[in-house]
């Protein structure tokens, strides 16, 4: 009698146990689905306070939906229980017509505020609209989402010492690891020594201010991660929102890795002021019209003109598109905020200055070729 009395009790406590963890989790869905939602209703002046009550009439559900997708659906105005489910059906019809799967969730679900399945669609429609977009160089046509989200940041972090991502959890409670996966974009913010020392809370607070200052919308708080097992689907739909405010190289285009961004730039500055340097002495050099009166030293002179014109210029033409193509690499991580770019550094400077010799070139031929042929 005693030990099934003792295995009846501790029953009952795992199962209260694994509801306090399964409501949390849903507290923390809550607040995250939220805010992620509203994300998306400013774009048309529309805000819910709470998920599973202001969803109901279906019209917030079909303003997101138009948002995501860029297409206009119709809807029902009236009040009354029948129009709140036809709206919501109008929602869900359009998403099964994009292939997206809906599992065990009807119109009433949603009209009748079911937390679980509100939850549920809400879910769904971040992994059709946000998740589903994830793409990784180099990666396996067949991963899913989740996997192609975690292989990129894998990739992002990997070199940081004792840092490794293996899932969307736990790997993230320290906030270690966001702040490494904003290093790599932005290493002028953090300072990854100061990282290694700080506390978890200091950590994770400081990592979603910086995203926040980068476009990120804060989706989640320190306390809801700072826990041994943060919620999953909550950090997916917060570290999918940092893919998409970060450079990333789409498929098919040429681009440059974040691990790539200082050599290249390096290589930009380099190229750029030795070609404007040369480009400044050459047009001052163009520009002297005191020609030799000796007829063999006027002749070599227009030689010499003539080597330049055919065979340097096109050499120096040649490097000022390296440098332009150069430029249009780096642009994506000027426009980030990673580089900043100095007064007279971008490639319109080059291509005025550049502009100036080959005119003064066109009047020094001008005024050579008479002197040659007297």
């Known amino acids: 009698m005693w030990p099934d009395y003792y295995n009846e009790q501790r029953l009952n406590a795992h199962l209260l146990t694994l509801m306090c963890c399964t409501d949390e989790r849903d507290r923390v869905q809550k607040k995250t689905f939220t805010k992620w939602v509203n994300k998306h209703l400013i774009k048309v002046r529309k805000h819910i306070t709470d998920l599973y009550e202001d969803l109901r009439d279906g019209h917030n559900l079909i303003s997101l939906l138009e948002v995501l997708s860029g297409v206009t659906l119709p809807r029902e105005k009236g009040r009354m229980r029948f129009h709140r489910l036809q709206n919501v059906q109008i929602a869900l019809e359009f998403l099964k017509q994009r292939q997206v799967k809906l599992v065990n969730i009807r119109n009433d679900d949603?009209?009748?505020g079911n937390p679980k399945l509100t939850l549920g669609l809400i879910w769904t429609i971040i992994l059709h609209f946000q998740i589903s977009e994830i793409y990784v160089s180099g990666e396996s046509g067949d991963l899913t989402a989740k996997e192609k989200l975690l292989l990129w940041t894998q990739k992002a972090t990997e070199g940081y010492p004792?840092?490794?991502?293996?899932n969307f959890s736990s790997s993230w409670s320290d906030g270690r690891m966001f702040n490494a996966l904003l290093h790599r974009y932005r290493p002028d913010l953090i300072d990854m020594e100061l990282v290694?020392?700080?506390?978890?809370?200091?950590?994770?607070?400081?990592?979603?201010?910086?995203?926040?200052?980068?476009?990120?919308?804060r989706l989640l708080d320190a306390e809801d991660v700072d826990v041994p097992s943060p919620d999953e689907k909550s950090v997916i739909t917060y570290v999918s929102s940092i893919y998409d405010a970060f450079p990333k190289i789409p498929e098919g285009v040429e681009g440059i890795t974040p691990q790539e961004v200082d050599q290249r730039w390096a290589e930009y500055q380099s190229?750029?002021?030795?070609?404007?340097?040369w480009t400044r002495q050459h047009t001052a050099l163009m520009a002297n019209k005191n020609f030799p009166q000796n007829p063999v030293e006027l002749k070599a002179l227009y030689n010499e003109y003539v080597h330049f014109k055919e065979t340097e210029i096109p050499a120096k033409e040649t490097e000022k598109g390296h440098i332009e193509h150069l430029y249009k690499l780096l642009e994506v991580w000027i426009e980030f905020g990673r580089l900043k770019l100095p007064q007279g550094l971008h490639p319109n400077d080059l291509e005025e200055q550049w502009g100036k010799l080959i005119l003064e070139m066109l009047e020094r031929e001008k005024a050579l070729r008479p002197a040659v042929e007297r």
């Open 271 to 277: 190229h750029f002021s030795s070609l404007l340097q």
């Open 110 to 112: 949603i009209t009748d």
């Open 162 to 166: 004792g840092i490794r991502c293996v």
């Open 196 to 217: 290694a020392r700080q506390s978890n809370r200091d950590n994770l607070e400081q990592a979603f201010e910086i995203a926040e200052s980068l476009g990120v919308t």
